[in-house]
């Protein structure tokens, strides 16, 4: 079984998780997931960044505030797919399961995924119902599971932290979006 933070199980979702439960790479993002319990944060998430999205004019879908940067439709369609792999991170090590997770090269999916050919209101039900089918296996971890930990891109995170880590990403996107698209 993977080790667990806190044995004696004082871990609480509402807490912002420690260092020691995820790589210094993403302390920026936990710095920037909202406060509060982490299942209540991404629940509020799914309703606030599907009603940015769907806000957006669909012309802006292609735009690049520079050359050699991502669309709008690639920054949110990155957003979906990071959900996608902090998600099953988050399975992997809840579930107890012990191999390591590889990493993902977001530039190798960025480069490599459609949504530039989807509609911005398609993204924005996609990020939807994915962050739902999370939030609603999340409600069931008590302070033993999102304690629990696994290897995932050569870095120990607890289930605490990558649900901070998600929903600090998905800020920091949309916050990027907000000052350097819009």
Do not use: C
């Not at 982490?38 to 009603?51: E, H, K, W």
């Not at 399975?91 to 530039?116: C, K, N, S, V, W």
Request: proline share 5%.
């Amino acid at each position: 079984m993977p080790p667990v933070f806190n044995e004696t199980a004082q871990i609480m979702p509402d807490r912002l998780p420690e260092p020691s439960e995820y790589a210094p790479f993403y302390a920026g993002y936990v710095s920037e997931a909202p406060t509060g319990k982490i299942v209540d944060v991404l629940r509020a998430q799914q309703t606030s960044i599907r009603g940015f999205i769907v806000g957006l004019p669909e012309e802006l879908a292609g735009y690049r505030y520079a050359e050699g940067k991502w669309s709008v439709a690639e920054v949110l369609g990155h957003v979906v797919d990071t959900e996608r792999v902090f998600g099953y991170r988050a399975l992997h090590f809840a579930r107890g399961a012990t191999g390591a997770i590889p990493g993902m090269d977001q530039d190798e999916f960025a480069a490599t995924a459609p949504y530039h050919r989807r509609s911005l209101a398609s993204i924005a039900d996609e990020f939807s119902w994915l962050r739902a089918a999370n939030v609603e296996q999340y409600q069931a971890f008590d302070a033993e599971i999102f304690g629990r930990s696994g290897v995932a891109s050569g870095a120990t995170a607890s289930v605490r932290a990558l649900l901070h880590i998600m929903a600090g990403h998905a800020a920091h996107h949309i916050t990027v979006l907000e000052e350097r698209y819009l």
